[in-house]
T-cell receptor, first 113, second 110 residues
Framework: GAVVSQHPSWVICKSGTSVKIECRSL??????MFWYRQFPKQSLMLMAT?????????EQGVEKDKFLINHASLTLSTLTVTSAHPEDSSFYIC?????????FGNGTRLTVT | DAKTTQPPSMDCAEGRAANLPCNHS???????VYWYRQIHSQGPQYIIH???NNETNEMASLIITEDRKSSTLILPHATLRDTAVYYC???????????FGGGTRVLVKP
C-alpha cells in the first residue's frame, strides 16, 4: 500500500531556532500533501495544503511566515518551523494521496525548550 | 464537508466484535464516509471508506444506512492492538483534505 515517510520522528530544539520536517511519499507521486498539528489529548488540526510547484494554502489562524512549507517535488514536502517557541511544541503529521485514500506519515514530535 | 458525531469512548472485549457508530445526518449525495484510526503517538491509519454500499476489507466492515445518515464500523474480532482513537470523516472528494472531529476512543480489554 501507499507509504508516507516523515523525518525526523522526534526533535528537541532550543527556543528561537528553526526546525525542518520532511514528508516523503515513497511509492507514489503526490501533487498535494497536507500538514496537520496535534496537541496532547486533542484531535488533528489541518495547518496547510502543500501543492507541488506552487505556494501552500494555509488554514485560518496559521502563520505562513512561521510555518514555511516547500513542495519542490512530487515526492517531498517540507515544513520548517521558524523561530520556534515552547508553544510550538506539538505532534506534526503530514499526509499525501494518490487517487484515494489519504495516507499519513507517522508524525514528528517537536519539543521546544 | 458534513459534520460527524461519534461517542467519545467505548470499551470492548478482546475477541468480540466492536461496533463503532457514526452519525452524519447532513451528508450530501456525493460525499464519502471514511474511517481512520490513530494508535497512540502514531499517524492516522486508513481503515475503510464507502459511498452508499456496505464495504468489507481485511481490517473491517462498513455498514451505511440506506438514508446514509449514519454508519457503523465493525471490527469483527477485536484484539488488544485495536485499542486506538477511531475517526469517522465525511468528505466530498477522493484524496481531499480531511477534517478530524473528536473520534471514539476504543479500549479493547482482555
Amino acid at each position: 500500500g501507499a507509504v508516507v515517510s516523515q523525518h525526523p520522528s522526534w526533535v528537541i530544539c532550543k527556543s528561537g531556532t528553526s526546525v525542518k520536517i520532511e514528508c516523503r511519499s515513497l511509492d507514489f507521486q503526490a501533487t498535494t500533501m497536507f500538514w496537520y498539528r496535534q496537541f496532547p489529548k486533542q484531535s488533528l488540526m489541518l495547518m496547510a495544503t502543500s501543492n507541488e510547484g506552487s505556494k501552500a494554502t494555509y488554514e485560518q489562524g496559521v502563520e505562513k511566515d512561521k510555518f514555511l512549507i516547500n513542495h519542490a517535488s512530487l515526492t517531498l514536502s517540507t515544513l520548517t518551523v521558524t523561530s520556534a517557541h515552547p508553544e510550538d511544541s506539538s505532534f506534526y503529521i503530514c499526509s499525501a494521496s494518490f487517487n484515494s485514500p489519504l495516507h499519513f506519515g507517522n508524525g514528528t514530535r517537536l519539543t521546544v525548550t | 464537508d458534513a459534520k460527524t458525531t461519534q461517542p467519545p469512548s467505548m470499551d470492548c472485549a478482546e475477541g468480540r466484535a466492536a461496533n463503532l457508530p457514526c452519525n452524519h445526518s447532513t451528508i450530501s449525495g456525493n460525499e464519502y464516509v471514511y474511517w481512520y484510526r490513530q494508535i497512540h503517538s502514531q499517524g492516522p491509519q486508513y481503515i475503510i471508506h464507502g459511498l452508499k454500499n456496505n464495504e468489507t476489507n481485511e481490517m473491517a466492515s462498513l455498514i451505511i444506512t440506506e438514508d446514509r445518515k449514519s454508519s457503523t464500523l465493525i471490527l469483527p474480532h477485536a484484539t488488544l492492538r485495536d485499542t486506538a482513537v477511531y475517526y469517522c470523516i465525511v468528505t466530498g472528494a477522493a484524496g481531499n483534505k480531511l477534517t478530524f472531529g473528536g473520534g471514539t476512543r476504543v479500549l479493547v480489554k482482555p
